[in-house]
């Protein structure tokens, strides 16, 4: 996978990037995808419940609604998320993603902004109160082939799989391989609308790129993907 070397550290098998490096660049603007990595506080599994997985879905599906991106994919772990979305057209990636965190954090600490009290929730894993959910910053990587949007969903989808949790990505319910599946899931995913790399190339179009007939409604039309499609790969726990 694409990931700079030492910024990520193995758990269980799987791979999980958390330490980020200084003076990261965002590029952004060019109707790239994101796909974006971000860890709670020190690695910890704070999202290692079913409460707290499913209070993470609720969060994002307010934040896509208010700010109006496309989510083509995601996975929740218990120690950190993915997300594969598009720009919002009206705040940068970093907006989403301060917002997304910040209300988690909130609901998980049972707080309203403006108010204090005890929390009402404690963190799984944590002896008193952490001094933050999040670990600051996150990875942004910007997807800009086809060949890099399903190396991206599919290393999302098999993340619980690698992390031996789960045998398959069916058996995992907080992830958009459900949806690429059977058309169902907890949030309802944009997937990208698959064109022929020979039409790409004769129109001179990113491979991203909308169309004009695309400019009109979602900028990521929902339509049947014939490429990796996720009942035809075989996953393996080992």
Sequence with gaps: MAYPLGFGSSKGGLRVLCLMPKNLKRVTGRNDLHFITFCCYERRALLGSVRS???????????????????????????????????????????????????????????????????????????????????????????????????????????????????????????SWSFYATGEGLLKVDPVRSTRRSQEKRRGAHPLQKTKSQRVGHPFAIQALSVCHPRNCAFKRT
């Design 53 to 175: 997985r499913n209070l993470v879905i609720e969060v994002l599906r307010e934040v896509q609604a208010k700010y109006g991106f496309s989510l083509v994919g995601y996975v929740i772990m218990p120690e950190h998320v993915h997300l594969l979305i598009s720009e919002s057209p009206s705040v940068p990636p970093a907006k989403v993603i301060q917002v997304f965190k910040q209300r988690v954090s909130r609901r998980m600490r049972g707080k309203k902004r403006g108010c204090t009290g005890q929390l009402s929730l404690r963190f799984p894993e944590a002896r008193g109160e952490l001094r933050r959910f999040w670990q600051r910053r996150y990875y942004d990587f910007n997807v800009y082939s086809r060949k890099k949007l399903w190396e991206k969903l599919h290393y999302m989808h098999t993340n619980p799989v690698e992390g031996r949790l789960v045998r398959h990505p069916r058996e995992w319910p907080w992830s």
